[in-house]
């Protein structure tokens, strides 16, 4: 089981940029996807970001060009870089790995880290 621990949240004004990082364990398989996902208060997790194992990233219409995922597989790291962030983006954001994409993609995981807030508000 992956366990995942996700850091680098914080308050920030509209216009502004974090930096997320997450660290995971436990991956057994060399070849995996990796995502990031937020939950909003009284909605329902969703994809934002993934990068499949060949390294392809792809992005949700709602942060393309604003995000960027990135991944360290030697130190086992996934980062998500934001900028330009929105009021819209707050929420406690999550990583996750799986050698399924298709897991990834439909947020069909089974563990899940304790995430990390991010709160965009001036």
């Known amino acids: 089981q992956v366990q995942l621990v996700e850091s680098g949240g914080g308050l920030v004004q509209p216009g502004g940029s974090l930096k997320l990082s997450c660290a995971h364990s436990?991956?057994?398989?060399?070849?995996?996807?990796v995502g990031w996902f937020r939950q909003a208060p009284g909605q329902e997790r969703e994809l934002v970001a993934y990068?499949?194992?060949?390294?392809?990233?792809v992005y949700v219409d709602s942060v393309k060009g604003r995000f960027t995922i990135t991944r360290d597989n030697d130190k086992n790291m996934i980062y998500l870089q934001m900028s330009n962030l929105k009021p819209e983006d707050t929420a406690v954001y999550y990583c996750n790995a799986d050698r399924l994409l298709s897991r990834v993609i439909g947020v069909n995981l089974s563990s899940w880290g304790q995430g990390t807030q991010v709160t965009v508000s001036s």
């Open positions: 990068m499949t194992s060949a390294g392809s990233p």
């Open positions: 436990g991956m057994t398989e060399t070849r995996y996807s």
